[in-house]
Every structure is written in C-alpha cells, then in structure tokens.
C-alpha cells in the first residue's frame, strides 16, 4: 500500500508538472459594445484532454453559475500541441453601469485516465483554471493607467502591525503585484498575497513585512497588470 501511494504521489507531481492548457491572454476584458470575445487556446499537453469551459462569479461550479456569459463551445476535445478557440457571449442582462464587474472564466481540463502502476486503479487527475474577466460599460472613459495615477495611498500604523492603505477612486479594478514604501532610499514592501486586486470606488490594507520608517517623506512604487496582462510600474507620493 505505502509503495503504490508513492506511486501515486510521483503521478500526480509528474501530471501536475505537464499538465496545461495555455490561454493567449491572463485576462480577458469585455467591452460593453462587443457582440463576443474571442480567446484563444493550445493544449501544451503530450495528450489530448476534454475540456469544459464557464464563467462564474469564482464559485469554480459549473452548476452554480451566475453570471451573464455564455461560452462556445461548452465542452470540447482538444488534441495535444492543437489550438482552440472559444467564444465568450454577453447575454444582455443588465449590469452596473458606473464601474467594472469582475467574473471568473473557469477552464475545466479533463485528461485521459490513467493507471496507477502495479495496481488495476485508474485515476483521472483534473485542473482547473480560473482567469478574472472584466465587464466594462460603455459609460467609462477612464483608462486602467489613468485609474492608476489616482490611488491614494496612506501609511496606517495598528497595534497589530504597519499597513499601506490603498484608496480607489476609480471605476475599473487594479491588479496590483506589489507595493513599496520607498523611503531615505531604501524600499519597504508589503506582504505578498496571492490576489492583491483592489476594486472599484474601495480601499483595502496591505500589511508591511517589516515596519517602515515614521516621520519620514516617502513615496509608494506599486506595479499592477494592465489589459493585456503586462506589468507596469508607477511611483507616486503619500497621502498625508
């Protein structure tokens, strides 16, 4: 028993490694005016898999599905190196009209089933990727780089810790990937995290990893994704 879970351990690594359906882009942005968005996939697998595809509000459910998105195909069969395209359709419910709505395109990849060695058992090992997809009404004008220019930020000090505090005015989400206070040069970075998005018209804190110094003229460098899923880096002053 302990040899075939070694075995199975070593499979699923070995899978988990290999395993990937690459989307041409991180994220996908839905304008308000467009009839569907196209994205586009390859299957980087040394086998082909079935995969189901859906978008929801980040349940990863397909039977729990909210959103007012129809993807086509559904479900399709997707051979090793080959390419895919799907179609993301808007069904017209209605939406926030002052700000971006995020959702989640889920990617549901099925492989062929496989055996465990030394054993009749078949596994089939399953992955599923999630990208965030924004619905953008066709009322903003802002860019995602001129919502960056405004954040806001300011320095908050509580007793359990240090924090910048994020401010946006703005109407679209920001993905941010990091944050630093700079400071009588040095730079002081704030925890990581494994989604550091902040909303429309929200703040949200960002925990210091070691405390920063007070007193102290300062400015904050920030990168954040843009449409296209690039990094772009900005450094803007502290709020007083």
Same mark, same amino acid.
Request: charged residues 20%; glycine residues 4%.
């Given at each position: 028993?302990?040899?075939?879970?070694? $075995?199975?351990?070593?499979?699923?690594?070995?899978?988990?490694?290999?395993?990937?359906?690459?989307?041409?882009?991180?994220? !996908?942005?839905?304008?308000?005016?467009?009839?569907?968005?196209?994205?586009?996939?390859?299957?980087?697998?040394?086998?082909?898999?079935?995969?189901?595809?859906?978008?929801?509000?980040?349940?990863?459910?397909?039977?729990?599905?909210?959103?007012?998105? @129809? @993807?086509?195909?559904?479900?399709?069969?997707?051979?090793?190196?080959?390419?895919?395209?799907?179609?993301? !359709?808007?069904?017209?419910?209605?939406?926030?009209?002052?700000?971006?709505?995020?959702?989640?395109?889920?990617?549901?990849?099925?492989?062929?089933?496989?055996?465990?060695? $030394?054993?009749?058992?078949?596994?089939?090992?399953?992955? $599923?990727?999630?990208?965030?997809?924004?619905?953008?009404?066709?009322?903003?004008?802002?860019?995602?780089?001129?919502?960056?220019?405004?954040?806001?930020?300011?320095?908050? !000090?509580?007793?359990?810790?240090?924090?910048?505090?994020?401010?946006?005015?703005?109407?679209?989400?920001?993905?941010?990937?990091?944050?630093?206070?700079?400071?009588?040069?040095?730079?002081?970075?704030?925890?990581?995290?494994?989604?550091?998005?902040?909303?429309?018209?929200?703040?949200?804190?960002?925990?210091?990893?070691?405390?920063?110094?007070?007193?102290?003229?300062?400015?904050?460098?920030?990168?954040?994704?843009?449409?296209?899923?690039?990094?772009?880096?900005?450094?803007?002053?502290?709020?007083?």
């Amino acid at each position: 028993m302990k040899f075939i879970l070694i $075995n199975l351990l070593s499979l699923i690594v070995a899978l988990s490694a290999e395993a990937g359906i690459m989307p041409a882009s991180t994220r !996908v942005v839905y304008e308000a005016h467009q009839r569907e968005k196209t994205l586009m996939l390859v299957n980087t697998n040394r086998y082909p898999i079935i995969v189901q595809s859906w978008v929801d509000k980040g349940a990863g459910d397909p039977d729990t599905t909210e959103a007012p998105f @129809v @993807v086509l195909p559904a479900v399709f069969r997707l051979q090793p190196e080959r390419t895919q395209g799907i179609k993301i !359709v808007y069904n017209r419910d209605p939406m926030p009209a002052d700000r971006e709505t995020l959702f989640w395109l889920n990617l549901y990849e099925i492989p062929p089933t496989t055996h465990i060695p $030394n054993d009749n058992t078949k596994v089939t090992l399953t992955m $599923n990727t999630q990208l965030k997809l924004f619905f953008r009404p066709a009322g903003i004008r802002a860019t995602l780089s001129e919502v960056a220019d405004k954040l806001i930020f300011r320095i908050r !000090v509580e007793p359990d810790g240090s924090y910048i505090e994020c401010q946006n005015p703005g109407p679209l989400h920001v993905s941010l990937t990091s944050v630093a206070l700079v400071a009588a040069g040095n730079q002081y970075a704030v925890e990581k995290q494994p989604d550091m998005m902040i909303g429309p018209f929200s703040s949200r804190r960002y925990r210091f990893s070691a405390a920063p110094p007070s007193n102290t003229s300062s400015q904050v460098k920030f990168q954040y994704l843009n449409d296209a899923g690039g990094v772009q880096e900005k450094t803007v002053p502290i709020t007083r």
